[in-house]
Every structure is written in structure tokens, then in C-alpha cells.
């Protein structure tokens, strides 16, 4: 049986994935290079399939580019209606999420995923759309690019030198069921763009001179080919994995380079990086740490880690593993990752040693079965130095004579047993204080104690005692098993206590790593970033700490020091430059500028080189050990990478907030046209038969007009005043003056301003018979009255009810404008009080700017606006500001002149 099916925590989370995916629908994607290559025909030929299999299937949303074949394709497929979207005086047609969840079909066809949808859609993009299909279980058929993949923006780019915005992240094709590579060789392509089967004619022309040149289609379609290869190969990998195969499927070339601190051990890498360059291979590079790895020298860690560094500078994936059989360990990797070649270099130890030892080149060879081993010697001229042990000092003085005092000890404990225990029961007193030295004082004593037990067993419990005579020929046996089995015992028991103890480090360095990236991952505020990634090394590493970020103009200048007794102070800017330009570390302990006093580390994002991290530790030796420079460059890689995510979100804002300047301005320029000409004809137009002056104008006509001329410049003030009025609101420049107002005074004010415009319709007013003060700007509170009563006239029929009531509510005065207009739809209440937001455009004018205005004097105020479907019909308009006093309240039964009833 193998560990898969051995281990229950795999199997139950495979349950969980098998169960997941059971419940999403399937995501096939017809992919391929660039449009035109027949991607949306081939979708709804498989449509048709499934249609004559009885299977339901819709057409969501497909684009033809009015290709007739295409076209002919969809005759029979049910097709959900289009949504219709005004954006910038036009309609667009945009696929109805909310019609194909509600009519909830097997299979769903959606074309371009890639595609943006208009603004106010649910949804930014139509790939999320497709998300929210699968999730509710809908299987959906769509069209992808290769352009449009979000992994190969920047290559496209190079290739093409154009910039694709829409883009779909790799983890949605990832998770694709199924890829279906939709191919055309770019000769017949470029013969479909002669005839006109993909462009009209003059757009066919300028593409075939700009993004369908003959290079760019080639270069394209490879791109799509090795990436659906990619995919297949992923799911290739899935299924070895699911049915437990631990042979590999060499269906591509992958690349195992093993290592180990030889000096040789960079040939293997340059080895390995030819091969995968002439295989066009995927390549790893593997150190296997052994039980042994504690013997090797300083000089064999630091050649090691150089190794590693050089491998990922060649672009290797780097594995560093931990295990007791190292050929068995490389073997179980191969085999996980697919691979069907191993590179390993040929053994330098004697052969006798090899026989003795075993031979880690002789076990790969025999564990790999089909998966070809290389064997790579150095250079000819490459001389191999010569292993010499270092025996490093590991234990105290201290500790060999408390080993000392231990033995004495179980001397005592086994003269005491002589005269009642048998001598092979007496030894066992002895291996007792073996481990013991064993767990407490390391190697060294253990070996020490595993041999003066044997020569004090000898000395005090075998006759002829107290001399190192033996009377029995047999007891040299037991001297012998004895000390085989103490030294097996305390060779055993120093391993467990190193293991242990790598372990314990291991968590400790995982724990540090968790904190870090938990607290990266809560903030996007590039200077908390840095004061938490700084505070971190500097405590995990006792070291003092700064950090340079990469400016806009490219140079680079201190973002960050660390705080209080971690801060450094004046770190060398030229290092720092050499690391960012290189990407190399430098200073302390490495090969370039070693007399620095501060290590300088480049912090490479994913994208880009997003600074430099310099680290001075307290003690000059801290990052002697290669383990110590290898878990800052870990830390270092965190940090790098919040920092990215970090300037990728600013960007992400700046970018947003470019679209919304761009679409305010459009609104802006679309509505004030429009409010602006309207009222300037009409006062171009009266004036200009005045000043004409024919016969047939009279005193009368002459005062209709200059009468139209007044109603149109207030308008036209309205306007501006608004403007003005948002302006000041934009720039926090609205200075609201705190006084008491009676609120029926306020009402009164903007209903007596509104006077003759209200001659069409009934108002009601409701206040409280002790009316209570309203703590504001009176201007300001009668603006938002008049805005509101000014929608109120404009979107109600002529002849119906106006109310305005107030009232007490919670120590604030709670207004309420009534109207029996069409009412707010729910989608709109949100978005009604938005700058130049109108819910209909076309029974009502304006630049919608009054609402907007009226919430923010309103929030000026320490208030809320909102609006509320009336009973009956109509909106409620209401808003609260703060109040003086609790009152009482009645109806006014004076109409005059809060209450005013006029009949059309």
C-alpha cells in the first residue's frame, strides 16, 4: 500500500476537493492564439452536440463579428435576451447574469471572458460573471486569447508592443475542467483576414499591418501551444496523483540536479541548466540534509549555500529536504515531481569506504527504475581537495567531568547489586547512566562514559577484582557487546536530541515566518509595512535595520529605519545601489565589499526589484552561518513581496481613480452641455426677436419673453450655484455656521421660494405644534429643501401632493419630502445621491448634481440622507440634523404659509 493511501488526512482532503468540485460546474475554455482562428464557431459546434444529446443547453452571450458561419450555428439554441446598459449617450449590450441565474440551464455559453462590463454592471469583468455561474453549478462554455492571460501580459507586450488591458487571472484557468486548443496556422489565418472572413475589409487591413503581422501570429501561437501543453501536463500530474502512480509518466522532460557542499557541486548546476536549456525543460536542484550534515565544516555550509543561490540565479526551482536515507529521500522526490532525469555527481571516496559505508550514486542508480540517471564528474583540471574532519568542541569541560561523576555513580549503584544480581544485569545500571550522559552532555561525553563504564565494569565487578585482569575468557565478549552497545545507545540518543533540537529550531523559524506574513497581511499601508517587516528581523535577528524603496524616479532613498535601539543609522547608499543594480547580496560575510559593516539584501518582488533591505547585527558573526543568511533571505522575500502587493494596490487606486476623474469629466461635460444649451437657446432666441423687433411683437409678447429670459438665468444660476456648491463640498471648503433655526421657519423660507413654481401641485406640511431648533446653516438646510422640493415638482405628475413633515427623533429633527413620482428602484437608492447620477435620463433633465449636494451638506451637518418608497406611490425623501430640544407634536391647522392647496 503506498503513503498515499496510507495517510488519512490526504484522503480526506481529496474527499473534500472531489466533493467541491462536485459541486461547481464545469469550466471548458476554447483557447487560442489571436481572433479569428475560430474559437467562438468550435464552441457552438459543441454546443449543438450536447443540444442533440438532450442536454440543456443557452447561448448567454456570443459575438459573431457578423461572421455568417457563425451566425448559422446559433439557429436552433435558445438564446437569453441581451441586457442593455446606457453608457455615454449609447446603448450596450451586455450579458444578463441575474436572466441566466433565474433560468438556471445545464450548459451556458458565454464568449469572450476576458471582456469588460459596462460600469454599474455586478461585476467588473465577465470573467466574474463566469464564477458566479460555476458556483451555482452551471456548467459554462467561453472563449479565451492567449493575449488575455494574465501570466503572459508582459510577454505579449514584448512581442507584440501592445499593451492588453483585459486581462483573466491564471487561477481561473487553472481551475478549468477542460482547455480545448482552438488552432490556425497563420498562412490560412491571414488569407481569412484577405477575404474578409474576420474584419471588414479596411480593419483587416490595419490589423494584418499591426497586431496580425505574420511574426506576431507565429510567436503567438506558440505561446498558446506551450500553454495548453503547461495545462495538460498539470492534469497529467493531478491524475498520477489521485491514483496514487508513483512512477513517473515521462511525457515531458523534467530535471533533478542533486548536490551536496562539494566544491563541485556548481558544475552539477551548470550541467543541469544546459540540459534544460537543450530540453526546454523544467529543472530542480535538491540538497538532501542527512543525519551527517552536523559534521560538515563551515567552509563545506557557506560552498553550499553559493550553490543554492547560483542555482536560482539560473532559474532552478531549489528543494532543501531532511532525511535519515538520503538516496531514498531523492528517489520519493523524483517520483512526486515527474521526473525523468537525475543529475548527481560521481563519488570522491574510496572505493573500500563505499563498501563499507554504502554509496549514496549506487542506491540512486538502484531505487531510480525508469528514470535515467546521469552521473557528472569535475573538470579534468579541477582538483578535488582532500575532506579533512574538524573537530569542533561541542561540549564543556564541565560536562566530561560530570560524565565522570555518572560513572562513578552507576559504579556505586553495581557494587551495591554484586552480591544479588548476575554481572550481564549489573551492565544494565551502566547503560542507564550512558543515556543519561547521552540526553544531557552531547557526543563527546557519551562516548567518554560508553567507555569508562566498560573499563570500571571490568575493574570493579568481574573477579579478579580491582585489576584489569579477567579470570573468564568469556566476559571479553561482554566487554565487547557492552561497548557496542553503549556507544550504539549514546550515538542513538545524541541523534534524537539533534533532531529534536532542528525540529524545535525549524518551528521556531516557521513561527517567526507566520507572525510576519500575518501581520504583513493585514495592512496595505506601505509605511506599516515596513515598520512591521523591519521590527520583525530586527528581533528575530538582533540586528539593527533600514530599508531603501525604489522612487518613481528610479533612484533610491531610505523609506525606513528601524525603531529605537533597532534603528541604523547613515547605511551606505552606494552598496545599496550595487545590490539594487545586481540583485546580489553584499557587505558583511559575502564575497563583494565584505568590510561593509551591514549586510544589504535586494528586496525582488515578483515583478520587479522593489528595494534594498540592510541588516547590521549586533554580533558581527550572526550571519556566518549559511542557515542564518538563508532564513533572512526568506524574510527578506516576504517583506519584498507585501511591498509589491503594496505599490501593485497603490497603482491599482491611482488607476481607479484616473477612470473615475475620466468618467466624472465625461458626465460632467455631457450633462452641463446639455443643462447649459437649453437655456441659452431659449434666452438667444427670445432676445434676438426683440431686439428684431417686428411688428406683430406688442408690450405683452415682449414681457412673455423677457419673462422666459429671467426663468432661464435662474436656471442657468441654479447651475452654477450647484457647482459652485459641489466644488466647495469637494474641496472641504463649505463653511457651515452652527445656529438655532425653528425647523418651520427653515420650511417656510424654501416653500416661499418656491412659490410660483408650486402653483401646479398640493403641498402639506406637518410640524410639531412647539416646532424644535434645528442646530445649523440655515442657507445650507433651505438649499437642501429646495433640491428636493425642485425633484419633487420635476418628477410628479401635475395636480399631485407635495408633504413635508418633521418631527423628533433621537435628539435629532427627522424631514420628510414626499412626492407620488415614479419612485427609486432598490438598485438605485444607493447610487441616487452620486455626483451626476440620474436614475432616467429621458423623462427629466438635469445635471444631477442636487442630490449629491444635499447629502453632503446634509453629512456637513452631522446628519444622514436617504429616500424610502412612499405607501400608495411615490418617494420619501428624509434626512436628519441635529436638534436643540425634545417637543410636542400637532398638524398645523394655519396653511398659510406652510400649507398651501393649489388645484391645476
Not at 474584419?199 to 501561437?221: D, H, P, S, T, V
Not at 524545535?504 to 507572525?515: D, I, N, P, Q
Not at 445621491?833 to 453629512?859: H, M, P, Q, V, W
Not at 440622507?865 to 428624509?878: L, S, T, Y
Request: proline share 4%; glycine share 6%.
Amino acid at each position: 500500500m503506498t503513503d498515499a493511501k496510507r495517510d488519512p488526512d490526504l484522503l480526506l482532503s481529496r474527499l473534500k476537493q472531489e466533493e467541491s468540485k462536485n459541486k461547481r460546474g464545469r469550466l471548458k475554455i476554447f483557447f487560442g492564439a489571436v481572433a479569428g482562428v475560430g474559437k467562438t464557431y468550435s464552441m457552438l459546434y459543441s454546443a449543438r452536440k450536447l443540444q442533440e444529446q438532450n442536454i440543456d443547453v443557452v447561448i448567454g452571450y456570443v459575438e459573431t463579428h457578423g461572421r455568417q458561419e457563425t451566425a448559422a450555428l446559433m439557429d436552433g439554441l435558445e438564446i437569453l435576451p441581451e441586457k442593455l446598459v446606457e453608457y455615454k449617450g449609447r446603448e450596450l449590450k451586455e450579458f444578463d447574469i441575474d436572466a441566466a441565474l433565474k433560468r438556471k440551464p445545464a450548459v451556458i455559453l458565454v464568449d469572450e471572458l476576458a471582456h469588460t462590463n459596462a460600469p454599474d454592471s455586478r461585476h467588473i469583468k465577465r470573467w466574474q460573471d463566469v464564477q458566479e455561474l460555476l458556483e451555482a453549478g452551471i456548467d459554462v462554455l467561453t472563449t479565451l486569447n492567449v493575449q488575455h492571460v494574465e501570466s503572459l501580459h508582459d510577454v505579449v507586450a514584448q512581442i507584440t508592443t501592445v499593451s492588453v488591458r483585459e486581462r483573466v487571472p491564471d487561477s481561473l484557468l487553472e481551475r478549468a475542467d477542460e482547455i480545448e486548443l482552438v488552432d490556425l496556422p497563420p498562412e490560412e489565418l491571414l488569407e481569412r483576414l484577405r477575404e474578409g472572413r474576420v474584419y471588414i475589409a479596411e480593419q483587416a487591413k490595419a490589423a494584418m499591418a499591426n497586431f496580425f503581422r505574420k511574426g506576431n501570429l507565429i510567436a503567438l501561437r506558440e505561446l498558446a501551444l506551450r500553454y495548453t501543453a503547461e495545462r495538460v501536463v498539470a492534469a497529467m500530474d493531478e491524475y498520477r496523483q489521485a491514483h496514487d502512480i508513483l512512477h513517473p509518466w515521462p511525457a515531458v522532460e523534467r530535471i533533478l540536479v542533486c548536490i551536496s557542499p562539494s566544491p563541485l557541486a556548481s558544475r552539477l548546476v551548470r550541467a543541469g541548466k544546459r540540459m534544460a536549456e537543450a530540453l526546454r525543460a523544467k529543472w530542480t536542484v535538491l540538497f538532501v540534509q542527512g543525519s551527517r550534515e552536523s559534521a560538515y565544516s563551515k567552509n563545506e555550509k557557506v560552498s553550499l549555500t553559493q550553490t543554492l543561490r547560483l542555482a536560482e540565479q539560473l532559474g532552478a526551482e531549489t528543494l532543501e529536504l531532511s532525511g535519515n536515507n538520503v538516496p531514498e529521500e531523492i528517489i520519493k522526490c523524483a517520483q512526486q515531481s515527474n521526473v525523468s532525469k537525475i543529475i548527481i555527481g560521481k563519488p570522491a571516496r574510496h572505493r573500500w569506504a563505499e563498501i563499507l559505508f554504502g554509496s549514496v550514486v549506487d542506491s540512486v542508480i538502484r531505487l531510480s527504475g525508469p528514470i535515467d540517471v546521469y552521473v557528472i564528474t569535475g573538470d579534468e583540471n579541477t582538483s578535488l581537495p582532500s575532506r579533512v574532519r574538524e573537530f569542533n568542541t561541542t561540549s564543556a569541560y564541565s560536562a566530561y567531568l560530570r560524565t565522570i561523576v555518572v560513572v562513578a555513580v552507576c559504579t556505586c549503584v553495581a557494587k551495591l547489586m554484586l552480591p544479588y544480581f548476575e554481572p550481564s544485569n549489573i551492565v544494565m545500571a551502566y547503560l542507564l547512566g550512558v543515556v543519561i550522559v547521552a540526553t544531557r552532555y552531547g557526543r563527546g561525553p557519551s562516548i567518554l562514559a560508553s567507555v569508562l563504564s566498560v573499563a570500571a565494569f571490568d575493574f570493579f565487578c568481574v573477579p579478579p577484582y580491582l585489576n584489569f585482569a579477567v579470570s573468564d575468557t568469556q566476559y571479553i565478549i561482554t566487554f565487547l557487546v557492552m561497548l557496542l552497545v553503549a556507544l550504539v545507545i549514546s550515538t542513538l540518543t545524541v541523534t534524537i536530541k539533534q533532531q529534536a533540537e532542528e525540529a524545535r529550531l525549524r518551528e521556531l523559524r516557521t513561527a517567526a515566518l507566520y507572525s510576519m506574513s500575518r501581520d504583513l497581511s493585514s495592512t496595505l499601508d506601505m509605511k506599516s509595512l515596513l515598520e512591521i517587516g523591519l521590527r520583525h528581523i530586527g528581533d528575530v535577528f538582533d540586528s539593527r535595520t533600514a530599508l531603501y524603496l525604489v522612487g518613481t524616479d528610479g533612484a533610491l532613498a531610505v523609506a525606513s529605519q528601524g525603531e529605537g535601539k533597532r534603528e541604523l543609522h547613515d547605511p551606505d547608499i552606494g552598496i545599496a545601489a550595487w545590490v539594487h543594480q545586481n540583485k546580489q547580496l553584499a557587505g558583511l560575510n559575502t564575497d563583494t565589499l565584505p568590510g561593509a559593516s551591514a549586510l544589504y539584501l535586494p528586496l525582488q518582488g515578483a515583478q520587479k526589484n522593489v528595494g534594498v533591505l540592510v541588516v547590521k547585527p549586533v554580533q558581527e558573526d550572526r550571519f556566518m552561518s549559511p542557515e542564518q543568511v538563508r532564513l533572512l533571505e526568506t524574510f527578506a522575500n516576504q517583506l519584498a513581496s507585501a511591498c509589491e502587493r503594496a505599490l501593485l494596490s497603490e497603482d491599482s487606486a491611482q488607476a481607479h481613480l484616473q477612470v473615475k476623474t475620466e468618467q466624472l469629466r465625461s458626465s460632467l461635460l455631457s450633462s452641463i452641455s446639455h443643462d447649459l444649451r437649453t437655456p441659452l437657446a431659449t434666452i438667444a432666441g427670445a432676445a434676438s426677436s426683440i431686439i428684431e423687433g417686428t411688428e406683430a411683437l406688442n408690450l405683452e409678447r415682449c414681457k412673455e419673453m423677457v419673462k422666459e429670459i429671467y426663468h432661464e438665468s435662474m436656471r442657468l444660476n441654479r447651475l452654477v450655484s450647484n457647482l459652485l456648491d459641489m466644488t466647495k463640498l469637494q474641496s472641504g471648503t463649505l463653511q457651515v455656521v452652527q445656529e438655532l433655526h425653528p425647523v418651520d421657519e427653515v420650511i417656510g423660507a424654501a416653500l416661499s421660494s418656491m412659490e410660483e413654481r408650486l402653483t401646479s401641485h398640493v403641498v402639506k406640511t406637518q410640524v410639531p405644534a412647539d416646532p424644535p431648533c434645528i442646530i445649523g446653516d440655515a442657507t445650507l438646510l433651505q438649499q437642501v429643501l429646495l433640491n428636493l422640493i425642485e425633484n419633487a415638482i420635476k418628477y410628479s405628475p401635475m395636480g399631485s401632493e407635495i408633504d413635508i413633515t418633521a418631527e423628533w427623533q433621537n435628539g435629532m429633527v427627522l424631514v420628510t419630502v414626499g412626492d407620488r413620482g415614479p419612485g427609486i428602484r432598490n438598485e438605485h437608492k444607493a447610487k441616487i445621491f452620486e455626483k451626476f447620477y440620474r436614475e432616467d435620463t429621458k423623462t427629466a433633465s438635469g445635471a444631477g448634481l442636487g442630490l449629491a449636494i444635499c447629502n453632503g451638506i446634509i453629512e456637513a451637518h452631522g446628519g444622514h440622507i436617504w429616500v424610502e418608497d412612499r405607501p400608495g406611490g411615490g418617494a420619501n425623501f428624509k434626512f436628519t440634523v441635529p436638534a436643540s430640544e425634545t417637543p410636542n407634536t400637532r398638524e398645523l391647522e394655519d396653511p398659510d404659509p406652510l400649507e398651501r392647496k393649489n388645484e391645476v
